[in-house]
């Protein structure tokens, strides 16, 4: 089992709420703020979506990445020059890697 996630703290942890997309739109991933906390929706198996609590565990000027709460997922946000989330690199929990880019907040 993996250890259990460190949080960190982050204060602007808004700014990468949003929905990001891949580019053939195979997935989409809904990050969401609210209760204080980033949430992660994303469909599962036979498309059902489901929302995971994302702890932050690490925050720079150029990324922030979090972990899920409930299962070992990671997505690592990266920041454009202006500081707005671009992107997310999206590693789920069989150890597959998307990246999907930000499409609305």
């Known amino acids: 089992m993996p250890r259990p996630a460190e949080p960190v703290l982050c204060a602007d942890q808004e ?3 949003g929905k990001y997309a891949a580019r053939d739109m195979m997935i ?3 990050v969401s703020f609210r209760n204080k906390g980033l949430y992660l929706t994303v469909p599962k198996m036979y498309g059902v979506e489901y929302t995971f609590r994302l702890i932050p565990v690490s925050r720079d000027s150029a ?4 972990l899920t709460e409930m299962i070992h997922e990671q997505l690592v946000f990266r920041f454009s020059a202006s500081g707005g989330a ?3 690199e999206y590693t789920d ?3 597959k890697k998307r990246r999907l880019f930000k ?3």
């Open 28 to 30: 989409t991933l809904d």
């Open 86 to 88: 671009e992107h997310v």
């Open 93 to 95: 929990d069989v150890g």
């Open 103 to 105: 499409v609305g907040s």
């Open 15 to 17: 700014s990468v709420a």
């Open 63 to 66: 990324q922030a990445t979090s």
